[in-house]
């Protein structure tokens, strides 16, 4: 039996710092950091209920909070029968990445991006790599001062082609990410996030508007896996997709695979085919490989193997683009032409040693690739393939 998110965090101890990232390294202007809370937002996805307890309803989890206590994912705070995000403009985690981290594979290769994440999460995945904030309260880290106005400043400062709202789930900082969203609408800026995709259909369908691009986690086909290691559930996050591709945001898909609890190809089958039939043949998929993370660290990593059957399986299903992850210098981290089948994007980890793709076309056979290819806004949706 696991014991609870907030017992593994008290018996080991863990006072969490700066997440282990190193954060930028100069700044134009001072800084507040701070242990703790900093600033909160009126949350405007909640309902009264009787006497001063409230329902959220920003995700599929729809916690009924009493005055003076917090929802699951512990950022959110009924105060009066008024929620409020605890979070808002207060990110522990900042850092520049490459945008093939992500993983974006098919947004503007070898671009970086302004990448922050506050505390929290509303999901307990058991395999988690970035617990140590995902499951820590606000006061529990270090956080940065840092509003809206000042991502887009610094992101610019230091040539970003993106931000993104990263590393924990960011539906629990979605305010946050929304007003960003707001201020990148009026620039060559793109917004983005890796999610859960576990946010309620109104929520996530007002984002859209100021969203870009979004990498989703689809973490198995099976409701039991979400119950048993995610404390969520699957039905929502097929929601989620399905809002994106109709919103026409642009979608990369990723699988961890993790051997005995998700590796039946089977159940990735029925993924990859629903994934063609609902979503697209052209939608880009990620299978990634498993280590051994906070409450999983009795399986071993995922074998290669196993992540090339599954590639292997979406491609001849009809996947256009399949990827393997966490295996650097593997044939499957590169993408080929669906068309003329030649090399197009030739990656090495997180670099890209080679890009053959032209206005958003294959620089072979002119074959259109899917992809947002240049920050121009009105260029980036719509290609659509």
């Given amino acids: 039996m696991f014991c ?7 018996q080991t101890a863990c006072f969490i710092t700066s997440f282990g990232f190193p954060f930028i390294p100069a700044w134009s202007g001072s800084i507040n950091i701070k242990s703790g809370l900093i600033k909160t937002k009126r949350s405007p996805y909640f309902k009264k209920l009787n006497g001063k307890s409230i329902m959220c309803t920003l995700c599929p989890r729809q916690c009924v909070v009493a005055e003076g206590h917090r929802g699951y994912c512990e950022v959110r705070e009924n105060r009066g029968g008024v929620y409020y995000s605890l979070v808002y403009g207060n990110p522990c985690a900042v850092h520049i990445d490459p945008i093939e981290k992500k993983p974006f594979f098919h947004v503007l290769p070898r671009s970086k991006v302004f990448s922050l994440a506050t505390a929290g999460c509303n999901f307990d995945c058991k395999f988690c790599q970035n617990w140590e904030i995902s499951q820590a309260k ?61 946010i309620n259909p109104e929520p996530l369908k007002a ?120 295996v650097p210098g593997h044939p499957g981290e590169n993408t080929y032409c669906p068309h003329c089948h030649k090399l197009i994007v030739k990656r090495l980890g ?33 290609h659509q393939v």
């Avoid at 299978?287 to 409450?295: A, C, G, M, N």
């Fill in 138 to 198: 606000p006061e529990e880290t270090f956080n940065y001062d840092l509003p809206p106005s000042k991502v887009l400043a610094l992101t610019k400062e230091y040539n970003c082609s993106a931000i993104a709202s990263t590393y924990v789930e960011p539906t629990i900082f979605y305010e946050y990410m929304y007003d960003i969203g707001r201020l990148t609408a009026k620039e060559n800026i793109l917004n983005t996030c890796h999610s859960n995709g576990y």
């Fill in 207 to 326: 984002l859209c508007k100021y969203l870009d691009a979004a990498c989703i986690d689809l973490k198995a086909f099976s409701e039991k896996f979400y119950r048993e290691e995610t404390e969520g559930n699957l039905a929502p996050v097929l929601e989620t997709l399905k809002i994106l591709r109709q919103q026409d945001v642009h979608i990369e898909i990723v699988n961890l695979v993790i051997p005995t609890k998700n590796d039946d190809m089977k159940m990735i089958k029925e993924m990859v085919e629903w994934i063609k039939e609902t979503l697209g043949s052209h939608i880009p998929l990620h299978f990634t490989r498993f280590y051994p993370r906070y409450k999983l660290k009795n399986l071993p990593p995922t074998p290669v193997q196993t992540l090339e059957r599954a590639r292997d399986l979406a491609l001849k299903a009809g996947l256009k683009y399949v990827y393997i992850g966490n």
């Fill in 4 to 10: 609870s998110r907030r017992a593994f965090l008290k």
């Fill in 350 to 382: 997180y670099y890209i040693e080679a890009i053959y793709i032209k206005k958003g076309r294959c620089s072979y056979c002119g074959f259109p690739i899917y992809g947002v290819w240049s920050v121009k806004k009105q260029q980036n949706k719509g």
